[in-house]
């Protein structure tokens, strides 16, 4: 193959160029606005006493989790075995599985990680604690394990604190292999409920759930060290409740659409924009715009994008365009000008990039590699 050929998997744009060189559609990340969320979030939870883990899942990006460990978090969330390794291989040495895993490949992974880094995972089924355990004295090592309560979300989760206590006193039963770490509360749905009022009562009502439990666990002398949970849309809630010790927020240093549609509680820190996705105009009309990325750019799950320039709105998306249209009497495009949009969902947008580039002003400083891009095992 001619090697006179440029590489199309190197970062599209380079370190102190400008943001009209990036080739496109890509990833940005506007430092100033990412070092605002960040610091913004870890100081309110700080203050209650609670720790932030970050979920590595947002971005999947190990310089990101870095700047997020430096900061003050304890360490990462991931959901994947495979998302856990890439954080680990890089040196990142405290990360939670907050998921449910099945299989003997995926259990292996973890009790080898174990080797490396200070592990632990949820379960929700005596299945997972056996298979886990199992690995676990194969490979002589030791994982933490949280019993997952279902807390609103209808996903993983036991239903109730009894089925918490069994499951709690199997992963007992199988010391020093597997340690009781505590409970896993996450309640995904209540991070967008709209109103702030609506958001406070379903953390209300998860606290209590969890308040039960705890106390039937201590009442059977199981220790619990670590309540964990949280997330973008209630962190605040979580921290300030004396109850959880972990907050697992994940979207906060990219934020998206969907989380910029809830309202906040008057003394909660706006958080912005951070992640955009950049595209170029590739074709006009009257009054309409098409631009070079689409659905293999952008998640579509919480909606389309939405654009940045004023006067625009997307119309429609397809693989790869997006058709936008002018709303009122605007400068009409022109090809090769470049246009932001926020995505609609920050975390599957980003596993469709195989980088982020990090921009202050109109300056490219940084370029990241979305480094478990993929790791879906």
Partial sequence: MNTELPDWRKAPGEVGSSISSVDTPALIIDLDAFEFNLTSVHDRVQTTGARVRSHAKAHKSVDIAKRQIAAGAIGVCCQKASEAQV??????HDVMISNEIFGKSKADRVAKLARYAKISICVDAVEQIDQIAAAAQSNQTSIAVLVELDVGQGRCGVKT????????????????????????????????????????????????????????????????????????????????????????????????????????????????????GL??????????????????????????????????????????????????????????????????????????????????????????????RGALF
């Fill in 87 to 92: 954080f680990v291989e890089a040196g990142i």
């Fill in 161 to 276: 604190p009894e089925e918490a206590l069994r499951l709690a006193r199997s992963v007992a039963s199988y010391s020093p292999h597997l340690s009781l770490a505590g409970i896993q509360a996450y309640g995904g749905s209540a991070q967008h409920f709209r109103l702030a009022e609506q958001r406070r009562a379903a953390v209300t009502a998860s606290i209590e759930k969890v308040k039960t439990t705890i106390a039937l666990l201590q009442g059977d002398g199981l220790k619990v060290s670590t309540v964990a949970g949280g997330g973008t849309g209630t962190y605040e809630l979580e921290a300030s409740s004396g109850i959880y010790t972990e907050i697992q927020t994940g979207s906060y240093v990219l934020m998206d659409a969907d989380y910029a549609r809830n309202t906040l509680a008057n003394d909660s820190p706006t958080l912005r924009h951070a992640l955009f």
């Fill in 279 to 372: 595209c170029t105009v590739i074709s006009v009309s009257e009054k309409q715009a098409v631009l070079d990325g689409g659905l293999k750019a952008f998640a579509t799950d919480s909606g389309h994008p939405t654009m940045v320039l004023p006067g625009w709105s997307v119309k429609s998306i397809s693989d790869e365009h997006t058709v936008i249209v002018a709303e009122a009497d605007v400068e009409p495009l022109q090809i090769g000008d470049k246009v932001r949009l926020i995505p609609g969902h920050c975390d599957p947008t980003v596993n469709l990039h195989n980088w982020l580039i990090a921009v202050r002003g109109q300056i490219i400083e940084e370029t990241w590699p979305v480094s478990a």
